[in-house]
Nanobody, 135 residues
Framework: LLQLQESGGGSVQAGGSLRLSCATS???????????LAWFRQIPGKEREGVAR????????YYIGSVEGRFTISQDSGAKGLLFNMSNLKPKDRGTYYC?????????????????????????WGQGTQVTVSS
């Protein structure tokens, strides 16, 4: 059973940087992992929003427009985690950030399914880490 645990949240001023980590209980090898790994965020009173994702079989990445060029999603070199480098943070980036995963039974066939427009297909979630950005 895959378990996820986030760390690295905190408080920064606008323009600052944070690096979030998500430890995975299983080894997920880049290039053959069979997973869609993603970061979502949520502000109280609002729906959870997909921010970025990586399809491990090909390494393809997707970001929502508001974070493209500022945030970078990657797998760590030890294949036991997901990283999220966030720079030039803005107050609107605040929220609880969640690591999520979607697993697939076969390799290299599911990239069209690896989408963050909805969180319903992600079956594995971490508990979240808080990010606060002050202006």
């Amino acid at each position: 059973l895959l378990q996820l645990q986030e760390s690295g949240g905190g408080s920064v001023q606008a323009g600052g940087s944070l690096r979030l980590s998500c430890a995975t209980s299983l080894t997920i090898y880049p290039g053959r992992g069979g997973f869609c790994l993603a970061w979502f965020r949520q502000i109280p009173g609002k729906e959870r929003e997909g921010v970025a994702r990586i399809y491990t079989d090909t390494g393809s990445k997707y970001y929502i427009g508001s974070v493209e060029g500022r945030f970078t999603i990657s797998q760590d070199s030890g294949a036991k985690g997901l990283l999220f480098n966030m720079s030039n943070l803005k107050p609107k980036d605040r929220g609880t950030y969640y690591c999520a995963a979607m697993s697939f039974p076969f390799p290299n066939m599911y990239e069209p399914t690896c989408k963050i427009a909805s969180d319903t297909q992600f079956g594995y979630w971490g508990q979240g880490t808080q990010v606060t950005v002050s202006s």
